[in-house]
């Protein structure tokens, strides 16, 4: 097998693989900026700079030629490469800047050089805690700068479109945001203009930036030229507690990460998932994390007179609950799932009543055709369709459903806003008594009669099946009113969480939302019924139904955790239709 | 983008001639740019969108390849583009003194264009004439050498006329001197 040379340790490798992909893939650094894994590597910011050479070999023989120690003879490159672009090939020596004072020396001269016209703003940069540029510049670049003269003035808070705003000082040049709209997301709609010392990336005159993909060009820059928009200025990085997530406004089910601070979300940036989304996540989904902030239901309401709802106690809410069950036959009581509740919550809310004594369970599709492309967006709209359909509930249109509410006479819905995408008019939901779980406020639960605060993607633990048949689990980000960061084992404390109090007058507890996970509320309807049915956490609700229902053979959160998500068997790419 | 501007059949079949001359239509972008600012004078950004078009590339390229040559007028430009060097060979001998006069002489600064269309100034990097300094270059084309107050005059009096100067000739020291 070919082996290569890295700081006096031999590696072996296959293919012809880059040689920094190849350092970073063992553990090991060099710096660099404008190389990404999933884009051409134009080795234009010469970062990642190595000193390279290779065996004399004689040509006729094939035989490394050796010095009189018996070593190989080592032919240097004359000059240092960019190991990014450098090809791997047998015998290759190569000294990164561990090894080598000539490389260390390279590396923070051409450090330098980019610093030279990049603005010293740190303190007022968004990037500023997750920039390679900061990082790289604390760890192998020069203490100081020797340019003493003015730097070069660029455009300032230039809107490229609608979501990115461009700071040129602050670029680079490094060309991923190019690269990207040429390579990734294929709409070419950057370039890089005036090159020369006044270079910066822009769309050409009069077009925008508005590539569904755009937001991802924010993520991937090294520095704070490309900011987000809607993001810009409202958190330091180093405020955030990141705890890994899915994105629920479609069926992909992209790997996201949420960024919370004093129980609020604030962003969301796509988690690397080699079998989902790879880097990138649609600029359409960033925008959820607001549905987990505002609007947000806290505590039950009940419709009191005519169409105004009251806001009432939990234990009101679940004697409600009961006696509208009661009051009736389970055959009166139409059940209804959500594909965009998760697969744990589907599943209480269908054996709780299947116990009860209901025996069929609907759920409407949420599907817009046309709305995917080949990338991360899908006509699914919601993530939880194949997990639904898993459980046995069963596909309803419409007008089957219109139908089967008005021969109900109690209506519970789980978590989908009926109402509000057009499924139903809030006129359809006026006859029979309606018991909605809900995340947010909408039309939908303004038009039934109870409403129960249930918590939301941010505010448990879940898990969710895509579109391609795999299962992936969210983590609890926000505290509600009955959690707690420092006693529930599955969420993460950011620095502020760990070390602010309540006294402090950055939290807020309004923050935290009056609302149960489904399962609990469903342990508290069952006691009041005295049904035989107990929930512990969701992670055991998912053992549970690993081995009840086959379709969840071999899941739980221990394999999804390690694996990435599971591609549940006997699922494959179907789409969903409406 | 709304396109008032538009390529005649000539430009078209120029432009086929020069994209077969190339594998890939990339390349093609500056000589169809060239033909572009033959045609209008300038490759403003609606021409820029019209060059895109024509050779079916990302305007977003076109931009970028335009912006980085400054041979490429990027807003209308007057009819006579005169370009003064005033990089170090030239500033030494007067290519200031020169550009200023010609600042009087049209009443416009460095970078504008006369009222009437027919002139801009231009303060512009080394175009590498040293020998011939002070110079100056109009609308990329004729180089004027050695520069003085009067040979502007008559510069600019020639093309009020439309008349470009005749390109000269002038012999490095050396040469002069064996003959």
């Known amino acids: 097998m070919p082996e290569i040379f890295i700081d006096g340790k031999r590696y072996e490798f296959e293919g012809k693989p880059k040689l920094l992909q190849f350092i970073l893939d063992n553990g090991k650094e060099v710096p660099f900026f404008c190389y990404h894994p999933e884009m051409s590597a134009p080795a234009n910011c010469r970062q990642c700079y190595v000193k390279v050479g290779t065996p004399v070999q004689n040509r006729e023989t094939g035989e490394y030629e050796l010095d009189e120690n018996g070593e190989r003879v080592i032919r240097w490159f004359p000059k240092m490469q960019t190991s990014c672009s450098m090809e791997m090939t047998d015998g290759m020596v190569v000294h990164t800047q561990e090894s080598s004072e000539e490389v260390a020396r390279a590396q923070k001269d051409t450090m330098e050089l980019i610093l030279i016209n990049h603005p010293l703003d740190c303190p007022i940069c968004d990037q500023a805690g997750e920039c390679p540029l900061q990082i790289q510049t604390y760890k192998y670049g020069p203490e100081g700068s020797r340019f003493e003269v003015k730097k070069v003035h660029k455009p300032k808070r230039v809107e490229l479109g609608p979501r990115v705003t461009l700071d040129a000082e602050r670029c680079i040049n490094c060309t991923r945001c190019v690269r990207f709209t040429e390579e990734i997301s294929g709409t070419h709609q950057l370039t890089i203009a005036s090159r020369g010392d006044k270079n910066y990336p822009i769309t050409a005159p009069g077009m925008e930036f508005d590539d569904p993909y755009s937001l991802n060009t924010v993520d991937i820059c090294p520095v704070g030229a490309l900011t987000s928009t809607d993001f810009r200025f409202k958190a330091r990085v180093w405020e955030m507690n990141q705890t890994p997530s899915i994105d629920i406004t479609g069926g992909k089910g992209t790997n996201v990460d949420l960024w919370t601070r004093d129980n609020l979300v604030l962003r969301l940036t796509p988690r690397y998932n080699e079998n989902v989304n790879t880097h990138w996540m649609p600029d359409e989904s960033r925008m959820a994390y607001t549905k987990f902030n505002e609007n947000r239901i806290s505590r039950p309401s009940i419709k009191a007179d005519g169409d105004n709802q009251i806001k009432t106690s939990w234990n009101n809410a679940i004697e409600t609950f009961a006696e509208k069950l009661e009051a009736v036959k389970p055959a009166d009581v139409l059940v209804l799932g959500s594909a965009h509740a998760s697969v744990e919550e589907n599943y209480a809310l269908m054996k709780t009543f299947s116990t009860w004594g209901v025996n069929d369970f609907h759920f409407s599709p949420d599907v817009k055709e046309g709305f995917g492309d080949d990338f991360l967006l899908t006509d699914d709209q919601a993530p939880n369709t194949k997990g639904v359909k898993a459980l046995g509930f069963s596909e309803t249109s419409a007008e089957d459903l219109k139908a089967a509410i008005k021969s109900a006479k109690v209506v519970v819905l789980l978590n989908d806003e009926l109402v509000d995408r057009g499924v139903l008019g809030s006129e359809d939901l006026k006859k029979p008594y309606v018991i909605s779980l809900a995340t947010n406020e909408t039309e939908t639960s303004k038009s039934t009669d109870l409403v129960i605060p249930i918590t939301c993607i941010a505010e448990h633990a879940a898990s969710y099946v895509n579109v391609e048949g795999r299962i992936q689990r969210s983590l609890p980000a926000k505290e509600t009113k009955y959690t707690h960061r420092k006693l529930d084992l599955e969420m993460s404390e950011g620095r502020l969480d760990r070390y602010g109090t309540n006294f402090d007058n950055w939290v807020n507890e309004d923050n935290k939302v009056d609302c149960t996970p489904t399962w609990e509320l469903m342990n508290n309807l069952g006691k009041r019924l005295g049904l035989s049915v107990q929930f512990g956490t969701s992670r055991e609700i998912m053992d549970e139904i690993a081995s009840s229902n086959s379709s969840f053979e071999g899941v739980s959160y221990e394999k999804m955790d390690d694996e990435n998500g599971i591609q549940l068997t006997g699922m494959n790419k179907e789409e969903v239709s409406a | ?179």
């Open chain 2, 1 to 179: 983008m709304a396109n008032n501007y538009e390529f005649t059949p000539e430009d078209l079949k120029e432009i086929e001639t020069i994209k077969a001359k190339f594998p890939e239509v990339m390349p093609a972008t500056l000589p169809t740019l060239w033909v572009a600012q033959r045609r209008f004078g300038h490759v403003e950004p609606e021409v820029q969108h019209l060059v895109a078009e024509t050779l079916d590339l990302p305007v977003s390229h076109v931009h970028g390849v335009a912006t980085f040559y400054t041979q490429y007028y990027k807003e209308k430009m007057g009819k006579y583009v005169l370009d003064v060097c005033t990089t170090t060979s030239c500033q030494l001998c007067g290519g200031y003194d020169m550009l200023h006069y010609l600042e009087n002489k049209l009443g416009i600064k460095a970078g504008e264009t006369t009222k009437d269309g027919m002139f801009s100034i231009q303060s512009v990097e080394c175009l590498g004439a040293c020998g011939y300094a002070p110079m100056m270059q109009i609308t990329n084309d004729v180089y004027v050498n050695n520069l003085t107050e009067e040979k502007l005059d008559e510069v600019i009096e020639s093309l009020k006329a439309d008349k470009m100067p005749e390109f000269e000739s002038v012999g490095m020291p050396q040469h002069t001197e064996r003959s």
